[in-house]
């Protein structure tokens, strides 16, 4: 369904909703709104939409600043691209060959795992990621009694149990870290990767739920790959959302800040704007897409319950360096081979995180030949401190790490470069994630016509974004009624109650 083809049989819209917070989930429930007929005003307190996808340029060369992929397993992302116009856009990565930079050197990500928990030994023991002790370990599983998992648990500390500490600080964290920018001896094992602990729950080893998964995983393999990325970059995505809400006739309004939200006999009613220059909107509904402090303030006086639940939640802070050179001024490591980048580990105690050689990944930010595109990041949650550094400095030990892991010269600089700083970027999901998120469901149905969506609910990637964008539009379309009817107040405006 392209921009054009968005429910044009429908009636008159049916009752109006505000959308707080322009990100991919906001963007998101409003195109879902605006194809069920219902008239909705977006504000973003920021000067762009889009949130963490941001496309933009680079020495003249198209690339992503934020998220650079989507994954392709579930249909989510990629079928909003395709009712927004992307859909000849969609693209795999050129190349899906990655690297660990771990024990001093680097070395080829092992296959056979999920989420960097091994099911085969074989391709992790020529890997050389793991030394001959922390393999061992691994294959003493089998000695080990069956494991209660119970409600939740993180990834780390079981997997650590079942498989030993070292097959979670060279693999595990280094991928799960990849996604949560967290650490894995925290991370919820049961919100994190609920096929895994599915596995373990059902399986008397890890090591055989693991190798059930890649039975599953090599079926769904015919489906496709498992990454697409956009011609232009993923940040195409939410701009290309944001035309289609407003051919469809949505009010989409940047630096327009939501101060107050409030019941009213009718519905409800939305403060926003500066105090200078204060808008009030009413609406029948309201979708809340907004990170979790800001969340936690607009339902103060609503449903404290669920404030003080996002209150308790955490987010990391990470930056993206991103730096354009000139090929010929790179070593082979990077320009050859059609590696697409390496994972650190933490445990090895290098500045970057990671990097990503955007020239060999990506097909379509070749479009110079003379230059050549790569990026590094910077920081997760506990590990922080280099984000004090300015972004000369960030750029600087960035190239310093390449030059250790590549062989980068020291003489090499980029021809440009730039830094982009997600601060409290992406929301932690530590054991009891998915019951808090639980109660602060419960607490915001309370309010009908009001539902909440984003990255700290369903998970953290596209998709899962959309998916939850998806759920608050249809929870508030359901209290619209027929035509738009108004809601009805609750008891006690102050408690949600």
């Known amino acids: 369904m392209h921009e054009a083809d968005m429910r044009t049989d429908r009636p008159a819209p049916a009752g109006h909703v505000v959308v707080i917070g322009g990100g991919i989930a906001g963007l998101a429930a409003a195109h879902r709104l605006l194809a069920d007929g219902v008239r909705v005003t977006l504000l973003e307190a920021g000067p762009r939409l889009g949130g963490k996808l941001f496309a933009g340029e680079l020495a003249g060369l198209r690339v992503d600043l934020g998220a650079e992929s989507v994954l392709a397993r579930r249909p989510e992302a990629l079928e909003l691209a395709r009712a927004v116009g992307l859909g000849d856009a969609l693209q795999p990565p050129a190349t899906a060959t990655a690297h660990l930079w771990t024990r001093g050197e680097l070395r080829p990500m092992p296959r056979g795992h999920v989420m960097g928990v091994p099911g085969d030994l074989g391709p992790l023991a020529a890997s050389g990621v793991l030394s001959a002790e922390g393999l061992a370990r691994i294959g003493a599983e089998a000695a080990l009694a069956p494991a209660e998992i119970g409600e939740d648990v993180a990834v780390g500390e079981y997997v650590a149990a079942r498989l030993g500490h070292e097959v979670v600080d060279r693999l595990v964290e280094p991928l799960l870290g990849g996604v949560y920018a967290g650490n894995a001896y925290r991370i919820s094992m049961r919100a994190a990767v609920p096929q895994l602990f599915e596995a373990a729950r059902t399986h008397a080893s890890l090591g055989e739920g693991v190798r059930e998964l890649q039975r599953r995983a090599a079926a769904a393999a015919q489906a496709g790959p498992v990454f697409s990325g956009i011609d232009g970059g993923i940040g195409r995505l939410p701009l290309a959302v944001a035309e289609a809400c407003r051919a469809a006739g949505a009010r989409l309004l940047t630096d327009t800040p939501a101060r107050e939200l409030a019941r009213t006999a009718t519905g409800w009613r939305v403060v926003a704007g500066t105090p200078e220059g204060a808008e009030l909107i009413e609406a029948d509904g309201v979708v809340l897409a907004t990170p979790a402090g ?143 998120v639980a109660r602060i469901r419960a607490a915001v149905a309370a309010l009908p016509g009001l539902a909440v969506c984003g990255a700290l609910y369903d998970g953290v990637g596209i998709p899962a974004c959309i998916a939850s964008a998806g759920k608050a539009a249809d929870v508030v379309i359901a209290t619209l009624g027929t035509g738009g009817a108004p809601l009805a107040p609750t008891t006690d405006q102050h408690t949600g109650q």
């Open 294 to 436: 800001v969340t936690a303030r607009l339902l103060d006086g609503l449903a404290p319950a669920a404030a003080a639940e996002l209150r308790g939640v955490e987010y990391a802070s990470m930056a993206l360096v991103t730096m354009a050179f000139r090929r010929c001024d790179l070593p082979a490591a990077i320009t050859e081979g059609g590696a697409s980048g390496f994972l650190v580990p933490p445990v090895d105690g290098r500045t970057i995180k990671a990097s990503t050689f955007s020239s060999n990944k990506w097909a379509w930010s070749g479009a110079d030949p003379e230059l050549f595109l790569l990026r590094t990041s910077v920081g997760r949650h506990g590990d922080e401190g280099d984000l004090g550094r300015s972004d000369e400095e960030l750029v600087d030990v960035s190239r310093a790490d390449l030059g250790q892991a590549v062989g980068l010269a020291a003489a090499a600089r980029p021809v440009a470069s730039t830094v982009t700083r997600w601060d409290g970027g992406l929301p932690q999901y530590p054991v009891g994630h998915l019951d808090r």
